[in-house]
């Protein structure tokens, strides 16, 4: 059987004013908005590198990426760790998977890896043809100083 993976695609807004600021909200729906993305065109096109147990903080080191000529190219990649068990540490919420995406120089995704998973990294689009770029990835392991 077919695996696949979701995401989620927003399609409602609504706005919320207040005395100094609007505030503009978008509601997304888990089922309504979601697309689906074939895990098995995942696993086999993108970029990857096991993780053992431990702490990591992952960064684009260099590199940008555009998805044509009328794009300009910029430091972005789609993160996708799987195949074992993580805590986001951003949230601590512990999954056998997450998506994430970096998107500048600056950003850090920052997990524990508790049982060994598979980093994956790659673009989504619904064509590579003019696609051009690479990304990348800095993977620090994170090590307690006591």
């Known amino acids: 059987m077919l695996r696949q993976s979701l995401l989620a695609i927003a399609l409602t807004t609504f706005t919320l004013h207040s005395q100094a600021n609007e505030v503009q909200?978008?509601?997304v729906d888990g089922i309504a908005?979601?697309?689906i993305v074939n895990y098995?065109?995942?696993?086999d096109k993108a970029a990857k590198v096991p993780l053992e147990p431990g702490r990591y903080s992952i960064s684009i080191d260099s590199g940008r990426f555009s998805y044509g000529p009328t794009f300009p190219s910029e430091?972005?990649?789609l993160l996708f760790i799987s195949g074992g068990e993580l805590i986001k540490l951003s949230n601590q919420v512990i999954t056998p998977a997450t998506w994430a995406s970096l998107n500048s120089y600056?950003?850090?995704f920052e997990v524990e890896i508790t049982k060994q998973s598979n980093l994956m990294a790659t673009f989504l689009d619904r064509s590579n043809k003019n696609n051009s770029g690479e990304i990348n990835l800095a993977i620090e392991r994170i090590t307690?100083?006591?």
Not at 40 to 43: A, H, K, S
């Open 25 to 27: 909200m978008l509601h």
């Open 33 to 35: 908005n979601t697309s």
């Open 40 to 43: 098995d065109e995942i696993l």
């Open 75 to 77: 430091p972005f990649v």
């Open 106 to 108: 600056s950003e850090t």
């Open 144 to 146: 307690d100083i006591r």
